[in-house]
């Protein structure tokens, strides 16, 4: 009987021990880490949500910077048993993730969510929870404010505005624009095409703040460096108007889009108010 007993106690010894094998050998495809198995085997495609659940986890042995700390791993290494790693660091996204991420679809914004959820309200893209605005990415007075860009920036534009091969530059056809002299089509000095595109209702292409994008408040250089007024070349006096012909005739100011009055106001504003034409704020009264 003894016997018996002392075989069933080393047969219940021996399951525990397999137990605990066949535990830990679980843990290779379970846990994040295990200290005797290390990482799962599926660690490579699933640790991203590890980290999101808990960074800390991984900073234990990775170091606060990640650079390594006591596993002497850089989790910003090239490459690592075959698989690369986050060559570009500390942002924990793959080399050339500034361009590759514009093609990512929306709908997994919630992803991205977790480092970069910045307002609250469901993760998108382009509703400010995260890093862009309206769906350009750029904030609403982006194409006025753009002008002010130092140039140099442009290879970071080039991420998603490059249209024709070359090294990206703001005025050499690689990104929007063209040579700054010639950035404007065949025939812009004429005041049938010009003039009528300054003269039109203010919008994305047409208006006077439009050219001011460019050009400045005031239409005196801008970003541009061309000034639209004295000794320029074009107006060739203190003002933006037709050297002749401002009151009739095809350069007549009487063609204006009266959503233009805060621009004329800049010079011509003679009592308080809102901007208006027929307001007297302006030149004319009702």
Known sequence: MSQIKRGSRALA???????????????????AFDPDAGHPDDFYTTHPNSYRSSDGACTDCHGGDLQGGI????????????????VGGPGGHPPGWRSAHSVTDPATAATCAPCHQSNPGTPGCFNNTLCHGAKSGHP?????????TDPSQAAV????HQSNPGTPGCFNNTLC???KSGSHPSGWSSGSQHGATAKAAPGGASGFSYCESCHGSGLNGGS???SC??????????????SSGWNGGGSSHRSTNQGNALVCAQCHQSSPGTPGCFNSTLCHGD
């Open 224 to 226: 541009a460096g061309q």
């Open 140 to 148: 609403a007075d982006w194409r006025s404010s753009h002008t002010g």
């Open 13 to 31: 010894i021996g399951c525990a021990l397999l137990a605990l094998l066949a535990a830990g050998c679980s843990k290779k495809n379970g846990a």
């Open 157 to 160: 534009c080039a991420d998603c």
């Open 229 to 242: 007024l004295i000794n320029s070349g074009c107006h060739g006096w203190s003002a933006p108007h037709a």
């Open 71 to 86: 596993s002497k791993v850089s989790c910003f290494s090239a490459s690592r048993d075959g698989q690369s790693c986050h």
């Open 177 to 179: 624009h063209g040579a």
